[in-house]
């Protein structure tokens, strides 16, 4: 018998593990479905490039046909491992803007507005910079500036400010809008996930018990309250019982299948599959929201220095290998989208509504495609679209994927945006500080010139950046599956604390937001709220 069992090893499964376990007089369990976090490609920040193209450590999930995608299907990677995503991503810390933050307690959820949620933010950090206003220091989560940034980062920086826009040295500080390079969750060289900050220093609480390869089947009900979770390990049905709470941290893609798998949701849905409706809960799915994305390669065939497939990039490679590994240092510590930022895609936007990522390699197909030469990629997405979609049961197979449905590019606004994107986007990439080295465009994409080719475009190669949210709703509504304590609605012993809580995506990467959303979890937990 356990305290809390937390389903999940992800970002916000390690933080409440870590956080939870810190009382020596609660049992707390851990289940994972994937594996530890011991391979090189996940603590070597480069290896991510390996990670994508292998599906190492990863769910490998797909969308549904997309409608606004001409009817491809969209690639949805999320880690399968201890750690989640934060042992596959490109490692950016970013928090999204104050006004997000307001817009959510707004919305009917007291103690989520900036204010309320900036001190938990500043306790899971320790900026390398130092503390100041908006910034901590001795937390778990190391933040730094990248070790040895490619020097054409910096270019991407100055060719954005010749383009207009502000350069911005912190993205998380006073103000978001602008260009620079970004902040990494790396230390001493390394990938720095959840995993390495949270669980590793605190692997040998006798209280605190971590079960990998752990699939969780259903959450356990007792009328309505959770007792337990049901997981297949090792090919064997297990059960753990919980004697205080369930805490699920599947992600905005498997926290809402798994409650489906459980009877919480829709009840004509969960009877169409064959599953006994315990708790109705419409809201179960509903609401996904993610950042459509959109690409710009540049062949740029002098540019050695730039990661790519050739003889002279090759020996770069292998010297970086040899210098990775005995100092921590060289190429090998990059996570490829070293610099970006935040824009307004007109001038009458309050807050920046877009954002780039600047990609010091040929970025194809999420990586998937191997591509010969050298060069460069810019992304542009979408930071707060219109769309929404779902997560829906496929089967009853709790084995089988979801149908995942994020819906983009369903509202006309969302498109029409993403557009004005691309042109400024293309427009920073065309400044001198870029031009200068004779980059090519990729032919997919010089073609399109005319608003209603870049929106063909668009339509033929946008796809996610990985930030899939809301499919748990946080909110007081009849639509809502979590209160602003991130307790189910109606039911006893039972929290959702990931992504899919959200009742609105924040204008940047989501990685930070949920691992403070997991530390005030927490505290909410530990002080009985």
């Known amino acids: 018998m356990y305290d809390y069992i937390i389903i999940g090893g992800g970002s916000a499964g390690c933080v409440l593990a870590a956080r939870l376990s810190e009382d020596p007089g609660v049992q707390v369990a851990l289940l994972e479905a994937g594996p530890r976090d011991d391979s090189v490609l996940i603590h070597c920040p480069a290896g991510l490039a390996l990670l994508a193209k292998s599906g190492q450590a990863n769910w490998g999930l797909h969308t549904v046909p997309q409608a606004g995608l001409n009817g491809r299907r969209g690639y949805q990677p999320r880690g399968k491992v201890l750690g989640g995503s934060s042992s596959v991503n490109a490692m950016i810390y970013t928090r999204g803007h104050p006004r997000d933050y307001d817009d959510w307690a707004a919305q009917g959820n007291p103690g989520w507005a900036w204010s309320d949620v900036l001190p938990f933010f500043k306790r899971a950090e320790h900026n390398e910079r130092g503390a100041d206003a908006f910034h901590g220091s001795g937390g778990p989560l190391n933040v730094m500036d990248l070790r040895c940034p490619n020097r054409h980062s910096p270019d991407f920086v100055q060719a954005g400010v010749q383009a207009g826009f502000a350069h911005n040295p912190d993205f998380n500080g006073a103000g978001q809008e602008g260009v620079g390079l970004y902040q990494v969750t790396h230390k001493n060289g390394e990938r720095y996930s959840a995993a390495k900050a949270y669980l590793t220093p605190n692997r040998t609480r006798a209280n605190l018990h971590v079960l990998t390869g752990a699939h969780a089947t259903r959450i356990l009900l007792e009328g309505k309250r959770a007792v337990g979770v049901a997981f297949v390990q090792d090919g064997q049905q297990r059960e753990l019982r919980a004697s205080r709470e369930v805490l699920l941290s599947a992600g905005a893609l498997l926290s809402p299948q798994l409650l489906m798998l459980s009877g919480i949701g829709a009840a004509d849905e969960l009877r169409a599959h064959g599953i006994t409706p ?143 994107g691309f042109k400024l986007m293309r427009h920073i990439m065309a400044q001198p500080a870029l031009a200068r080295f004779g980059a090519r465009e990729l032919p997919a994409s010089a073609g399109a010139q005319s608003d209603a080719e870049i929106e063909a475009f668009i339509r033929n190669h946008a796809d996610t950046i990985y930030h899939p949210v809301g499919s748990c709703r946080m909110g007081p509504g009849e639509m809502d599956v979590v209160d602003a304590q991130l307790r189910v609605h109606g039911l006893q012993g039972l929290r959702v604390v990931d992504a899919s809580v959200m009742p609105s995506l924040v204008g940047g990467n989501t990685n930070a937001p949920v691992i403070m959303m997991a530390e005030k979890a927490a505290e909410l937990i530990r002080t009985g709220a």
């Open 278 to 420: 315990l708790h109705e809960l419409p809201g179960v799915g509903r609401h996904l929201q993610d950042h459509v994305d959109v690409v710009l390669v540049y062949d740029a065939p002098r540019l050695t220095d730039l990661f790519g497939l050739s003889f002279a990039g090759a020996l770069k490679v292998l010297r970086g290998i040899f210098e990775w590994r005995r100092q921590r240092s060289g190429m090998l510590t990059t996570n490829f989208a070293e610099a970006g930022g935040f824009i307004r895609s007109q001038a009458g936007e309050a807050i920046p509504d877009l954002q780039l990522h600047f990609v010091i390699g040929k970025l194809v197909d999420h990586g998937r495609t191997t591509t010969f030469g050298h060069g460069y990629s810019c992304h542009v997405c979408l930071l707060r679209p219109k769309s929404r979609g779902s997560v829906r049961l496929a089967s009853a197979d709790p084995l089988a994927a979801p149908l995942i449905d994020p819906a983009f590019l369903a509202e006309r606004d969302d498109m029409d945006r993403l557009v004005r």
